[in-house]
């Protein structure tokens, strides 16, 4: 069964870099059919999509998002990473690492962490 | 970008019901769209995928129709496990794009 387990500083001071891993274990990161994605969600609010990462390294952004987002895949380690730079009040989310089939169905998402900002 | 609209945002049932829940998309998606569940507290789970496919250990009190642009989620026989929050979302193309959601609470 796969799972996937995010990590990563859980305040983040504003005008800095949110950096989070997401673990992979259960299955290989380079399953051709598999890509790796990030999804927030504000407190008590909807959900988010901030783009999505395949093993062959070709991303997927949300336009609104991708000056400042960054996802990188690491083969050797089984794990993907997003960086989300220059942060504000409104990046305080819960952020989700989750699968994405080839259809684009999100099948797997990781328990959640909360990254809040503040100074 | 494709936007996802949910109706109603909220709704409250009895154990027992049938529940709806609607989806529309603002262009024709085709059968893309899948449905999530997502109770306090925890990650939101896949229910149904390519608009009627019921995931794998779903409970089949859940089923999903349409095409095109609009979409139902239907809930038969509600339970009190099923009160929770659902999205919908849209998978034909990126950037894909969730409902805004529709929490289902205890009447």
């Known amino acids: 069964q796969l799972q996937l387990q995010e990590s990563g500083p859980g305040l983040v001071k504003p005008s800095e870099t949110l950096s989070l891993t997401c673990a992979v274990s259960?299955?290989?990161?380079?399953?051709?059919?598999?890509?790796w994605g990030w999804v927030r969600q504000p407190p008590g609010k909807g959900l988010e999509w901030m783009g999505s990462?395949?093993?062959?390294?070709?991303?997927y952004d949300n336009p609104p998002l991708k000056s400042r987002v960054t996802t990188s895949i690491d083969a050797s380690k089984n794990d993907f990473s997003l960086k989300l730079r220059a942060v504000t009040a409104a990046d305080a989310a819960i952020y989700y690492c989750?699968?994405?089939?080839?259809?684009?169905?999100?099948?797997?998402w990781g328990q959640g962490t909360l990254v809040s900002v503040s100074s | 970008d494709i936007q996802v609209t949910q109706s109603p945002s909220s709704l409250s049932a009895s154990v027992g019901d049938r529940v709806t829940i609607t989806c529309r998309a603002s262009?024709?998606?085709?059968?893309?769209l899948s449905w999530y569940q997502q109770k306090p507290g925890k990650a939101p789970k896949l229910l149904i995928y390519?608009?009627?496919t019921l995931q794998s250990g779903v409970t089949s009190r859940f089923s999903g129709s349409g095409s095109g642009t609009d979409f139902t989620l239907t809930i038969s026989n509600l339970q009190p496990e099923d009160f929770a929050t659902y999205y919908c979302?849209?998978?034909?193309?990126?950037?894909?794009?969730f409902g805004q959601g529709t929490k289902v609470e205890i009447k």
């Open positions: 989750v699968r994405v089939d080839e259809f684009g169905n999100f099948d797997y």
């Open positions: 259960g299955g290989s990161i380079k399953n051709p059919t598999s890509y």
């Open positions: 990462i395949h093993s062959s390294g070709r991303t």
């Open positions: 262009q024709s998606i085709s059968h893309y």
């Open positions: 390519s608009a009627s």
């Open positions: 979302q849209q998978a034909d193309r990126t950037p894909w794009t």
